[in-house]
């Protein structure tokens, strides 16, 4: 029997999501060790003293449901961004709720705005609830929010602006996104996906929970897996217009976020000098990629990420592969329409150095 006409008829046309490579496969492919990853936007710091010791303090209680309305980890958030406890939304990584609000708010005969070059996961969950597409196309591998005005009309139901963008990593400023969202009609749900701020200079961060203040129809997702450190742990959230937030709540799984999660994270939210070391480690790092890129002719798009894109005006798949035998995994973004390009995350500066040695290799140019 067949079974793919069964399926919900967006999923039909899905593939599935392709995660970084990770470093034990790579070493089961080719036999090799000493391998680094630059291909998740992961933390290259590791997970913080501080969340390890909250992860042990919870051992304990591994035999017991975490808390599923995560009460303490509610107080922490709210505490340290000024926000009311009943305005958050706690996911499975924010992953979780990009999934959740689109469950909430959109079916079959509305649509989705999201932009061309933007986090794949928007595509993904619009195919998989039937809703109807409106991929924007990009501006300078960026948002065009005058398209997205645009693209308005009375089928809409929710708009997703990730900024930075992955995996561009173009940003928007909070003039831009406070002008567009004054046009935006308040029935239309628009979500800020936020995963990457963190790595933003605070001087030029947009002051997003300042902008909900402004307009309830803004909801903001953020995620604690990439300056925070808890990739592993699946730990995200989001902050919006209560009654927002309620809708959403009615729709996520109960013991979505498990106990050692929501125990490192309210250990993490208070380590603002962990937080502090991976940022400026990323703003001085992502200097040396695109001194690295500008000495070799490279083109690459300016990036407020933890994560840099490079176009090698070929088919970077050879490049890609070529990597692995030298042992550095990074990210081909073909899937997004962007076969030329390689998305390298930015390391430790040891890390790095093996990228930029491996490339000037691997592409046979003059070590700079």
């Given at each position: 029997?067949?079974?793919?006409?069964?399926?919900?008829?967006?999923?039909?046309?899905?593939?599935?999501?392709?995660?970084?490579?990770?470093?034990?496969?790579?070493?089961?492919?080719?036999?090799?060790?000493?391998?680094?990853?630059?291909?998740?936007?992961?933390?290259?710091?590791?997970?913080?003293?501080?969340?390890?010791?909250?992860?042990?303090?919870?051992?304990?209680?591994?035999?017991?449901?975490?808390?599923?309305?995560?009460?303490?980890?509610?107080?922490?958030?709210?505490?340290?961004?000024?926000?009311?406890?009943?305005?958050?939304?706690?996911?499975?990584?924010?992953?979780?709720?990009?999934?959740?609000?689109?469950?909430?708010?959109?079916?079959?005969?509305?649509?989705?705005?999201?932009?061309?070059?933007?986090?794949?996961?928007?595509?993904?969950?619009?195919?998989?609830?039937?809703?109807?597409?409106?991929?924007?196309?990009?501006?300078?591998?960026?948002?065009?929010?005058?398209?997205?005005?645009?693209?308005?009309?009375?089928?809409?139901?929710?708009?997703?602006?990730?900024?930075?963008?992955?995996?561009?990593?173009?940003?928007?400023?909070?003039?831009?996104?406070?002008?567009?969202?004054?046009?935006?009609?308040?029935?239309?749900?628009?979500?800020?996906?936020?995963?990457?701020?963190?790595?933003?200079?605070?001087?030029e961060r947009v002051d997003s929970f300042g902008l909900l203040k402004k307009y309830p129809n803004l909801?903001?997702?953020?995620?604690?897996?990439?300056a925070y450190g808890l990739a592993g742990l699946r730990i995200g959230y989001a902050v919006s217009n209560?009654?927002?937030?309620?809708?959403?709540?009615?729709?996520?799984?109960?013991?979505?976020?498990?106990?050692?999660?929501?125990?490192?994270?309210?250990?993490?939210?208070?380590?603002?000098?962990?937080?502090?070391?991976?940022?400026?480690?990323?703003?001085?790092?992502?200097?040396?990629?695109?001194?690295?890129?500008?000495?070799?002719?490279?083109?690459?798009?300016?990036?407020?990420?933890?994560?840099?894109?490079?176009?090698?005006?070929?088919?970077?798949?050879?490049?890609?592969?070529?990597?692995?035998?030298?042992?550095?995994?990074?990210?081909?973004?073909?899937?997004?329409?962007?076969?030329?390009?390689?998305?390298?995350?930015?390391?430790?500066?040891?890390?790095?150095?093996?990228?930029?040695?491996?490339?000037?290799?691997?592409?046979?140019?003059?070590?700079?």
């Amino acid at each position: 029997m067949k079974f793919l006409p069964l399926a919900n008829q967006g999923v039909q046309s899905l593939s599935p999501y392709q995660a970084g490579k990770p470093i034990e496969e790579l070493e089961r492919e080719l036999g090799i060790s000493n391998i680094i990853k630059l291909a998740s936007n992961e933390n290259p710091f590791g997970l913080p003293e501080s969340a390890k010791q909250a992860i042990i303090n919870q051992l304990d209680e591994l035999t017991r449901y975490p808390d599923s309305n995560g009460f303490a980890l509610k107080q922490s958030i709210a505490e340290k961004f000024t926000v009311q406890p009943e305005q958050i939304t706690l996911a499975n990584g924010s992953n979780d709720f990009i999934e959740l609000v689109a469950h909430t708010f959109a079916s079959e005969q509305d649509e989705i705005i999201y932009s061309q070059y933007a986090f794949i996961v928007y595509p993904l969950i619009t195919k998989a609830i039937n809703a109807v597409a409106r991929e924007i196309p990009a501006k300078n591998w960026g948002h065009d929010l005058d398209g997205f005005l645009a693209a308005i009309n009375e089928k809409t139901k929710l708009i997703y602006i990730a900024n930075p963008n992955n995996p561009t990593g173009n940003f928007l400023t909070e003039s831009e996104i406070d002008d567009f969202l004054r046009q935006v009609p308040e029935r239309i749900i628009v979500v800020l996906d936020e995963a990457y701020t963190e790595f933003t200079a605070e001087k030029e961060r947009v002051d997003s929970f300042g902008l909900l203040k402004k307009y309830p129809n803004l909801v903001i997702s953020r995620t604690l897996s990439k300056a925070y450190g808890l990739a592993g742990l699946r730990i995200g959230y989001a902050v919006s217009n209560p009654e927002i937030a309620d809708l959403v709540n009615r729709v996520r799984q109960p013991f979505n976020v498990n106990s050692l999660a929501q125990a490192a994270a309210i250990a993490v939210l208070k380590d603002d000098a962990f937080v502090q070391k991976v940022a400026e480690n990323n703003r001085t790092e992502m200097q040396r990629y695109e001194t690295f890129c500008q000495q070799h002719g490279l083109d690459y798009i300016p990036s407020k990420g933890n994560f840099i894109t490079i176009d090698f005006k070929q088919p970077a798949v050879s490049i890609y592969q070529a990597l692995l035998h030298e042992g550095v995994i990074v990210r081909p973004i073909a899937g997004y329409g962007m076969p030329n390009h390689l998305r390298v995350s930015v390391g430790l500066p040891e890390e790095n150095q093996r990228f930029f040695t491996a490339v000037e290799k691997v592409l046979q140019i003059t070590p700079y």
